[in-house]
């Protein structure tokens, strides 16, 4: 499957984004799928999760009430809507599909995802 990550920029705190992620490839609805963000110098991190067909969300605590990760399967397209954005949500953002084998599990490692976008930047002024 390929992705394709949209929406990031350059916003001040306590601003909004939505992040996009397309997918192009069969079987979309099959992947479970997930945020995760990088800084320079340090390790790429889970933000969020879904699972094949949204009934399962998983997020790290520092983002719980403040983003939302969603999915549409009929336009495979993941969403990643983010609120009251802080400097430290800063990073460049990857959207990353896998297989699980259990299909309602959300995997926060990212040696554990087979499919990889090009990332996107968001950047939080204070």
């Known amino acids: 499957v390929n992705l394709v990550e949209s929406g990031g920029g350059l916003v001040q705190a306590g601003a909004s984004l939505r992040l996009v992620c397309a997918a192009s490839?069969?079987?979309?609805?099959?992947?479970?799928m997930a945020w995760f963000r990088q800084v320079p110098g340090k390790e790429r991190e889970f933000v969020a999760g879904?699972?094949?067909?949204?009934?399962?969300?998983d997020y790290r605590d520092s983002v719980k009430g403040r983003f939302t990760i969603s999915r549409d399967n009929t336009e495979s397209t993941v969403y990643l809507q983010m609120n009251n954005l802080i400097p430290d949500d800063a990073g460049v953002y990857y959207c990353?599909?896998?297989?699980?084998?259990?299909?309602?599990?959300?995997?926060?490692?990212?040696?554990?995802?087979?499919?990889w976008g090009q990332g996107t930047q968001v950047t939080v002024s204070s």
């Open positions: 990353a599909a896998n297989l699980p084998a259990d299909a309602d599990y959300i995997d926060q490692a990212v040696s554990n995802y087979d499919y």
């Open positions: 490839g069969r079987a979309f609805r099959s992947y479970g």
């Open positions: 879904i699972n094949w067909d949204g009934s399962t969300t």
